[in-house]
Nanobody, 125 residues
């Protein structure tokens, strides 16, 4: 079965950096678009960044543009989220998602077929 396993979260101070990783298995990774979403306490899961199956499209949420970078390694079935200049408002559980058909876009949460269990990122001020 499809498994997405996130790692790399933790407790950091404002201004620090973290790199999240997502290991995928049970799917033909190179044919899937991948995304990172986050969910803060009491809020809905929101789009953060995505990358198309061949890496030619990388949309970002306005709130992270210029600070976060998504990348993928199709040879290793991995997707990454490099997070720089972290802010307290970036505190959330970060989820990795896999999307097979991007016809309706990479950003809507409901388009995604599979999800990981999430990794907690906490940014202190």
């Amino acid at each position: 079965q499809v498994q997405l396993v996130e790692s790399g979260g933790g407790l950091v101070q404002a201004g620090d950096s973290l790199r999240l990783s997502c290991a995928a298995s049970g799917l033909i990774f190179s044919t899937y678009n991948m995304g990172w979403f986050r969910q803060a306490p009491g809020k809905e899961r929101e789009f953060t960044a995505a990358i198309s199956s061949n890496g030619d499209r990388t949309p970002y949420a306005d709130s992270v543009k210029g600070r976060f970078t998504i990348s993928r390694d199709n040879a290793k079935n991995m997707v990454y989220l490099q997070m720089n200049s972290l802010k307290p408002e970036d505190t959330a559980v970060y989820y990795c998602g896999a999307l097979q058909n991007a016809y309706y876009g990479l950003t809507p949460r409901t388009n995604y077929n599979y999800w990981g269990q999430g990794t907690q990122v906490t940014v202190s001020s």
